[in-house]
C-alpha cells in the first residue's frame, strides 16, 4: 500500500504543469528507483520528494531544452541519449543509500552529457511565413513534450495579376517549404470575384500539374484561382491568384493616350527628339507643316481639275443642240 501512495507521489511530481526533456522520456517506474535512496545530508533523512525537486531543477534548464529542439522524427534519438544517463544510474543506485550532494553532482553530469549529444542531431529549418501546413518545419518541445508546429493557416494572401485580353497567362502553384513527394494538386476557380470563400469555387483539374495556364485570356477568365495541394488526405496549403483582364479595345486606348500625354510638353508643345534640339524639332514641326498644306493644295487643283473636265462635255452636248 504504502509503495503505491508514493509511486503515485511520484507520477504527480513528474508529471505536473512544468515538463522537462527528464519527464518526456524516462519512465516513472525507473524515476522511482532512481531516487529511493535520497538522502537529505542537512538531517540524514531519506527524502524521494526532494529528489524529484532535483531532476526538475536540473533538466528544466534552458539549455536542456535548447538542446532537444531536434527536428521532426529525431525525438526517438533523445530518449536513446538520455536513457544512457539515466538507466545506468537506476541500476546503480537501487536500494542504496546515497547522499543529495552525490545525486546532484551525478545528475548534472548526466544533463551536461545530454546537452553535448542531442545539440549535434538535425536541427529544423525553421517556418516559412505567411502559410501553410509545413511538417518540416515542426521541433520538438521538452516543455509539452511534442512537436511544435508552424501554426501558420492554410490560405495564402491573394496574389493579384493583371493581364491584357488575348495574351497568355500562367500562374505557378510554389511554396518556399518542402513538400512530400505523393502530392495531389487542386485548382479551383470563382468566376469575376476576388475572393477566399471555399464555396464560390468550382474544381477545374486535378492531378500532380503546379502549372496553370491560359493561352489567351478573356473576360471569362477574370476572377480567383485557388491551387490546393494535398498528401494523402491532408491539405498542406492553398494558394490564391486574382486574375484582372483588360479588354484590348481599352487596352489600346489607355496606351495610345499615354503616348500622346507623353509627347506633349506643358503649352501643347510636342517634345524634341531623342538627341535633337528644340531648334531642330521647330523645323521638323515646319516641314511637317508645310507638307500637308502642300498636299491639301494639290488635292484641291486635282478636285477643281476634275469638276472642270467633267463639265468639258456637257457644254459640247448644249452646243450641239443649238446648231454650232
Known amino acids: 500500500m504504502c509503495t503505491s501512495v508514493l509511486w ?43 529528489c524529484f525537486s532535483t531532476l526538475d531543477r536540473i533538466f528544466n534548464d534552458e539549455r536542456v531544452t535548447a538542446a532537444g529542439r531536434v527536428g521532426k522524427g529525431y525525438d526517438s534519438q533523445l530518449k536513446e541519449i538520455l536513457d544512457a544517463e539515466i538507466l545506468p544510474l537506476v541500476e546503480e543506485f537501487e536500494n542504496m543509500l546515497n547522499k543529495d550532494t552525490v545525486y546532484e553532482q551525478r545528475l ?18 525553421g517556418c516559412f511565413p505567411p502559410c501553410g501546413f509545413q511538417s518540416a518545419g515542426a521541433e520538438y ?8 508546429s508552424c501554426e501558420f493557416p492554410l490560405d495564402c494572401p491573394v ?15 510554389d511554396v518556399p517549404f518542402g513538400l512530400p513527394n505523393d502530392i495531389e494538386v487542386i485548382w479551383r476557380f470563382a468566376e469575376e470575384v476576388k475572393t477566399q470563400q471555399m464555396d464560390q469555387f468550382k474544381e477545374v483539374t486535378v492531378g500532380v500539374d503546379r502549372l496553370y495556364s491560359i493561352p489567351s485570356t478573356s473576360p471569362q477568365h477574370q476572377g480567383t484561382y485557388q491551387c490546393e495541394i494535398y498528401s494523402g488526405q491532408r ?21 495610345l493616350q499615354e503616348i500622346f500625354d507623353l509627347s506633349l510638353l506643358p503649352g501643347g508643345q510636342l517634345l524634341p527628339a531623342p538627341g ?48 454650232f
Open 8 to 50: 503515485f507521489l511520484c507520477a504527480s511530481l513528474l508529471l505536473g504543469p512544468s515538463l522537462s526533456c527528464y519527464q518526456c522520456f524516462v519512465d516513472v517506474g525507473d524515476s522511482l528507483r532512481l531516487c529511493w535512496g535520497h538522502v537529505l545530508t542537512e538531517y540524514d533523512v531519506r527524502n524521494v520528494d526532494a
Open 108 to 125: 548534472q553530469t548526466a544533463a551536461d552529457n545530454f546537452i553535448a549529444a542531442a545539440s549535434k542531431l538535425p536541427r529544423v529549418s
Open 141 to 148: 518541445n521538452c516543455i509539452t513534450c511534442q512537436y511544435d
Open 159 to 173: 496574389e493579384e495579376i493583371k493581364v491584357t485580353e488575348n495574351s497568355g497567362s500562367r500562374m505557378r502553384c
Open 235 to 255: 491539405s498542406i496549403v492553398r494558394v490564391y491568384f486574382y486574375i484582372a483582364v483588360t479588354p484590348q479595345v481599352v487596352a489600346g486606348h489607355t496606351e
Open 276 to 323: 535633337g534640339s528644340p531648334r531642330s524639332s521647330s523645323l521638323l514641326l515646319l516641314i511637317l507643316l508645310t507638307a500637308c498644306l502642300t498636299a491639301s493644295l494639290l488635292l484641291l487643283l486635282l478636285s477643281l481639275g476634275a469638276l472642270y473636265w467633267s463639265s468639258v462635255p456637257e457644254r459640247t452636248e448644249r452646243g450641239d443642240d443649238l446648231g
